[in-house]
Each structure stands twice: as structure tokens, then as C-alpha cells.
């Protein structure tokens, strides 16, 4: 129940409680009234009975009337001192984690509405507050890793060129090397999304042939799917133009791939198709791979997350594949979406919308 | 061959040197971009490779007077930002090449070898390493008398590894040069690519040409 239907119930409750208060007195009054001109006794049943009479009549005729009206105008004024309620309601849901920055705009009337939008804005601004420093942390963090971490790799790479190094320690420096390099791409991974967070990235936007990137990615995705013996197979893709950057746009596809071609069984399939659907471009990318389980399907775009943890040893990634692509899709007004029903495929759906060159 | 390395993290700047210095190039450092600057109008190099994050004047500041100065001499920009536009604004700014830190070492002695050796790059038409030839009008690849059928991806590949000759390519260099990622795609793409390249022109002939140089990249080499 809106609070407005609950004053407007209680005010109608105290306007039926006067209405009563005023019929009784007014019955008294008349009463009394009608015995003083008749001089008869208190108990008289015509003095009361006619007495009775015009105060239901009062009641009906004007009371009722009057409560209705005060009704109405208590509706009406509920109305009023609500609605900057509702304003600033509407107000608030539009803030999300990217314009916490925007203050609510006051009413500079100092009344509690104002204050309330005052001590609103106060702790946007602080969430904000606390929002850049996380954002800042991971972006210094980032870049504080870089130099310790070239140095480590230039070493590893200097000690590999040591002739005197036995078999056995040029097989540890490779392995460590490797998972140095790996290392560096988680990092690589997390500046680019803690630079796309902080919105420091500007991406281009340009014309982009989407079926042509499609094509080229499904020629790599025939390569990376034969060592595992997948099938890969693409459909008929129609010429599809979105507005984008072609290095990220490839960047996804690839990410999508790899993805694909990873976590898949060996002689599996995958599958890839884009359609126009209306204003929509809709590009899935299906695989037989061992699914994922519904509980963990939200969580599949998180950062570091993996969806089991025994896999972690056998498939190397850098765990951020997922993140990237949803902020590339994000990035360029689409939607990724993830489904693995228990039987059937797991699919990756992105839908971008098409740009349709102006008519000259 | 002379090279100036502007770097002032020490331990960077000295497995740099060191590893050019194992190439046969002759090294300067410098930590500072003013040092550098004095030190490029004094010496003419053959290569610069500048870091971009600098005490004091940044390498893009230096690289923008360089160029001011009128020295042309080809730099190799380094740089932990990462920013994705960084590459184009270093492009832009002058410079010859780009390098994302952490980088690979082979890559970086990679690159600065082709930067020196730019200018006596081959525009042949016909590539040729020991019978292995490329045409590259025809697109067609033979090895002796046998005619090799290439996909479009696998002739950019092996036409950038023939005209990179005895010199090691990195994995970034051939993402960059023949796929133009300009990111790590986190892949073993170049790695599948070689090995069906290999198939290819190598596995049924002798002498192998394309060598792999583990934890640094690949190497096609005309046999001694």
C-alpha cells in the first residue's frame, strides 16, 4: 500500500470520527431546543424522534457531502507533498556506479526534501570516493607490477642465454618464463580494465564490416581447433556493418574463440553464426564443451572467476577473457549473454547494434 | 651498429645492454631524457630505444624534440602505461616501433634490428632462402621444383619470416606484423601457424629452414 492510499485512509477514518462528533452534538442541540419551546420532558419520544430526524438529515445532506470534499482535497494534497518524493525517487534510479559524480539536483527551499537530496548526494560522493580509489588502486597496482615484472622476464631471458646452463635448469628458466609471460598477461588484463572502468579508454568508432572480421577469425579458429581435432563450422554470414573498433571487435572474437576451442571435449564441435535480428546483429558462438552449471552461470563474466577449480591447472588462461569481452560488448551498446542448457551446447550470444550508413 | 638506450630503471636498462651488447651492437645509456638528448645530437646512433616514463623530460617530450632537431634516426618507444591509444600517439609523435612493457627480450633485440637494418630492407618481388622461393605477385611459394599450396594468413606469415631472414622474430612481433593484433591475443595462434607452416615448406625437405628458438620466437635461416 502506497503511502498515499494509507494517509488518505486515515484521514477519511478522522473526517468520519468529526462527522460523528458533529451529528452528536448537533442532536443534543436540537433536542434540547425543541423541549425548551415545547416544555415537555426529556424522554419525549416525538421531541426525540424528531430531533433524530433533522440531525440525519445534516448528516446526509451537508455532512457527507463535506467529508467527501475533504477527501478529495486530502487526495489532492497527499499528491502535492509527495511528489517531489517521487521526483527525487526517480532521481535516485538513475544512478548507477558511473554517475555517482552527478548530484541530485536540490530544491533550495531548505525544507526536509531538500535536506534529505543534500545528505543523498553527500554519500553519493562518498561511495564515488570510494569507487575511484579501488578503480585507482588496481590501475597503480597495475602499473607498479610492470616493472618488477620486465625486470624478472629480462633476467629469465638473459640467464636463458647462458650456454653453461645444464639441460635440466634451461628447462626451469623456460617454465618460468612462461608462466612469467603469463603472469604479464593477467596483468596487461587487469590495466585494461581498470582503465576502461576509470573511463580512460576511447575507442574507435568507425564503420566495421562485422561478417568480414567473423570470417578471418573463423580461418584462425579452424587452425587453433585442430590439435584438439574439434569441427568448426560457420554460417552463412550476410554482410552485417556496426560501428565500433576493429581491434577490440577482433579482440573479442578471438577471445570468444579461444574460449570455444578450450573449453571444449577433443573431436567436439564448434559452432559459429551471425544473423540480423531487426536493428541487431546476433552473433553466437556454440561449443560442445562439458556446459557450465546454472548456479555458476551469473558469475561467468567476473573477474578471476573460475568455474571449476580443478580445471584451473589444466587449461592456462588468464581469467579476465570473459571480463574483456563483456566490456568490449558493453563498450559498443551490445549484450553478451551466456547459455549452457544441461543437455545441448554451451552458447555465447553478442548482439550489436547495426549501423546503417546515412542515406545520402 | 650503435644504440642509445634511454632507460632509468637500472636493472632494466642493464639486461637491455646486456643483451644488444651479446648482438654486436655498441650501447649508451642514458637514465635521463636530457642525457639523451645531449647524447643523440653528440653521437649519431643507429637506434634509439626510449622509454617513455622518464624523471623529468618524458620520452615522448624527447622523442618530439628529436624529431624537431631533425634527427631522423629510428626509435624503438618502451612503455608499462599500456594505454591502448598509446601506440598511435607514439606513431604519431615519431617513433619507428613500439614495445609494451613487460616485453619479451628477443622481441626487443628483434625489433631493434630491424629498425637498423631498415634501410637496406629487401623490396624484392621474388624472396629466396636456400630452394625455398616466394613470389610474391604470383602469391605462389615452390620448394625446388615442388609448388606449395598457402592459405592467405600462412603466405603473410612465411612471406614476414623470408623477409626477415637469420633474424629471430618474436611472437609479438609476428602477431603485430602479420595478424596487425595490437594486443596479446593469449594464444598459442603463432605457435599452431609455424607448426602447419612447417608442414608445409620443411617436414618433407631437407635442410630444415624454419627453426624455433625456444622461450624467444622463430627463426628462418638459410642453412650454413
Redesign the interface.
Known amino acids: 500500500m502506497t503511502i498515499r492510499t494509507r494517509l488518505t485512509l486515515w484521514y477519511a477514518g478522522i473526517l468520519m470520527l468529526s462527522l460523528l462528533v458533529i451529528g452528536y452534538g448537533t442532536y443534543r442541540e436540537i433536542s434540547e431546543q425543541l423541549r425548551h419551546e415545547r416544555w415537555r420532558r426529556p424522554e419525549d419520544r416525538v421531541v426525540n424522534g424528531h430531533a433524530l430526524n433533522e440531525t440525519e438529515e445534516m448528516v446526509f445532506q451537508v455532512g457527507l457531502p463535506a467529508v467527501g470534499l475533504g477527501l478529495l482535497g486530502g487526495w489532492w494534497l497527499t499528491r502535492r507533498a509527495l511528489a517531489p518524493v517521487a521526483r527525487l525517487t526517480a532521481e535516485v534510479e538513475k544512478i548507477h556506479e558511473h554517475n555517482l559524480r552527478t548530484p541530485l539536483p536540490r530544491n533550495g527551499s531548505g525544507d526536509e526534501l531538500d535536506r534529505l537530496t543534500e545528505v543523498f548526494n553527500a554519500m553519493t560522493a562518498r561511495l564515488d570516493g570510494s569507487f575511484t580509489r579501488i578503480r585507482e588502486f588496481t590501475l597503480h597496482a597495475?602499473?607498479e607490477l610492470?616493472?618488477p615484472?620486465?625486470?624478472?622476464?629480462?633476467?629469465t631471458?638473459?640467464a636463458?642465454?647462458d650456454e653453461t646452463l645444464s639441460p635440466a635448469e634451461h628447462e626451469r628458466?623456460?617454465s618460468q618464463?612462461?608462466e612469467?609471460?603469463r603472469l604479464?598477461?593477467i596483468?596487461?588484463g587487469l590495466?585494461?580494465l581498470a582503465?576502461a572502468d576509470a573511463g580512460?579508454?576511447?575507442l574507435a568508432r568507425e564503420p566495421v564490416r562485422l561478417d568480414e572480421l567473423i570470417r578471418d577469425n573463423f580461418?584462425?579458429a579452424l587452425?587453433?581447433a585442430?590439435?584438439a581435432g574439434l569441427q568448426v563450422e560457420l554460417s552463412a554470414p550476410e554482410a552485417v556493418q556496426v560501428c565500433g573498433d576493429r581491434?577490440r571487435l577482433?579482440?573479442l572474437l578471438?577471445?570468444l574463440t579461444?574460449n570455444a576451442v578450450k573449453y571444449n571435449r577433443p573431436q567436439g564441435r564448434v559452432h559459429m553464426e551471425l544473423r540480423r535480428e531487426g536493428a541487431l546483429a546476433e552473433y553466437t558462438i556454440a561449443n560442445t564443451g562439458p556446459g557450465i552449471p546454472p548456479e555458476i552461470l551469473p558469475r561467468v563474466f567476473d573477474r578471476f572467476f573460475r568455474g571449476n577449480p580443478a580445471h584451473e591447472n589444466v587449461i592456462e588462461?588468464?581469467g579476465l577473457?570473459l571480463s574483456i569481452a563483456q566490456w568490449i560488448v558493453t563498450a559498443h551498446q551490445g549484450t553478451i549473454t551466456i547459455e549452457s542448457p544441461e543437455a545441448g551446447l554451451t552458447r555465447v550470444r553478442v548482439r550489436l547494434p547495426i549501423y546503417n550508413p546515412p542515406v545520402k | 651498429m650503435r644504440v642509445l638506450v634511454v632507460e632509468d630503471e637500472k636493472k632494466t636498462a642493464s639486461f637491455i645492454r646486456k643483451a644488444l651488447q651479446t648482438e654486436g651492437f655498441a650501447v649508451d645509456v642514458c637514465p635521463d631524457g636530457e642525457a639523451a638528448l645531449a647524447a643523440a645530437q653528440a653521437t649519431p646512433f643507429d637506434t634509439v630505444v626510449l622509454d617513455i616514463m622518464l624523471p623529468g623530460r618524458d620520452g615522448l617530450s624527447v622523442l618530439r624534440r628529436l624529431r624537431e632537431l631533425h634527427l631522423n634516426t629510428p626509435v624503438l618507444l618502451l612503455s608499462a602505461r599500456g594505454e591502448v591509444n598509446e601506440r598511435v600517439a607514439g606513431l604519431n609523435a615519431g617513433a619507428d616501433d613500439y614495445l609494451p612493457k613487460p616485453f619479451e627480450l628477443a622481441e626487443l633485440v628483434a625489433r631493434v634490428r630491424a629498425l637498423t637494418r631498415r634501410s637496406v630492407e629487401n623490396k624484392a618481388t621474388v624472396l629466396r632462402v636456400a630452394d625455398l622461393r616466394l613470389d610474391t605477385l604470383t602469391r605462389l611459394a615452390h620448394r625446388g621444383d615442388t609448388e606449395i599450396q598457402l592459405t592467405a594468413r600462412e603466405y603473410r606469415l612465411l612471406e614476414f619470416l623470408m623477409r626477415s631472414v637469420n633474424r629471430l622474430c618474436g611472437r609479438m612481433m609476428i602477431i603485430e606484423k602479420v595478424w596487425d593484433y595490437d594486443f596479446d591475443p593469449g594464444t598459442n595462434l603463432v605457435d599452431v601457424y609455424i607448426r602447419r607452416l612447417r608442414e608445409k615448406i620443411d617436414t618433407p625437405f631437407e635442410p630444415k629452414l624454419l627453426h624455433t628458438v625456444r622461450g624467444a620466437g622463430y627463426l628462418l635461416k638459410e642453412p650454413a
Not at chain 1, 615484472?149 to 633476467?155: F, K, Q
Open positions: 597495475s602499473h610492470k616493472t615484472l620486465t625486470i624478472l622476464c629480462g633476467e631471458e638473459t636463458l642465454r628458466a623456460i618464463l612462461d612469467l609471460r604479464a598477461r596483468v596487461d590495466t585494461l582503465k580512460q579508454i576511447t580461418d584462425d587452425i587453433l585442430e590439435p581491434h577482433r579482440q578471438l577471445n579461444d588462461g588468464c577473457g
